[in-house]
């Protein structure tokens, strides 16, 4: 492969381009033009995760489900090689409320789309609040794992806990958890705190992939220069592994 190949057969585990359902995309037409965008990025399959918070989103499976069908439709009719596949899970915030519904399989996990879950387990996209971790988070970790579900914990590198010591994630990993790179940290997107912890989690080889948690069509722009900081930090063939194979494989494909 030359050197300056553009990488491809990427799939991003987190994306917010359903539209009018949380604080991602505002329109179908925003949407249309993340997914275009993102396909140009090098990513053939992109996961909508739209936020299930109560308090501040108020989606439940259902109404999750009816948008990213009604958007379906619209990604449909586009047609064409210039947008990729779509698939559906939930950005979960890890409350009482979205914990119960997780154990009730009330949620939205990774789609399973293969044989190969590791551990049999499918992936479940979990969010934290950014200033503290909840009491005995560990144990419902290992909770969740006993439901047959893996923790993908959303943007480690964003949190508060992580830049103070970054240890504080080593009981999460035994538990079973996989740390989920939003790749735009590398780029400053969210401050120099985030951009650090991102690039010591990447030295330690934290991560087990990466995604672009685009929100809007203009973060692709961003995307793209934070998969070349990527590619630059960590080499091609890592890169390639945290954006392809890697999330390939919590999909359930080999």
Not at 41 to 58: E, K, L, Q, S
Not at 95 to 107: I, K
Request: net charge negative.
């Amino acid at each position: 492969m030359p050197e300056n190949a553009v990488l491809r057969g990427f799939v991003d585990l987190h994306c917010h381009w359903v539209p009018s359902i949380d604080d991602g995309a505002r329109t179908v037409e925003a949407g249309l033009a993340m997914l275009r965008g993102l396909k140009k990025a090098g990513f053939d399959r992109v996961v909508a995760t739209p936020h299930m918070r109560p308090g501040m989103f108020d989606n439940d499976r259902q109404a999750i489900e009816h948008a990213f069908a009604t958007m379906q439709d619209h990604v449909s009719r586009e047609g064409g090689g210039d947008l990729p596949e779509v698939l559906l899970a939930s950005e979960h915030w890890f409350c009482d409320v979205v914990f119960t519904r997780l154990l009730a399989d009330e949620a939205l996990p990774y789609p399973a789309l293969g044989p190969a879950l590791r551990g049999g387990r499918r992936g479940v996209l979990v969010e934290l609040p950014p200033h503290t971790f909840p009491p005995r988070l560990e144990k419902r970790f290992f909770d969740l794992s006993r439901a047959g579900l893996r923790p993908v914990l959303a943007h480690p590198e964003r949190y508060q806990p992580v830049w103070k010591d970054d240890r504080c994630l080593d009981p999460l990993l035994d538990a079973g958890a996989f740390l989920l790179l939003d790749v735009c940290a590398l780029a400053g997107k969210y401050g120099r705190a985030s951009k650090e912890a991102a690039e010591k989690l990447l030295e330690d080889e934290a991560y087990e992939a990466a995604c672009s948690d685009a929100h809007r069509p203009e973060d692709v722009d961003v995307v793209l220069e934070s998969i070349a900081l990527l590619e630059k930090r960590v080499g091609r063939n890592e890169a390639e592994r945290l954006l392809g194979s890697a999330p390939r494989a919590i999909l359930g494909l080999s």
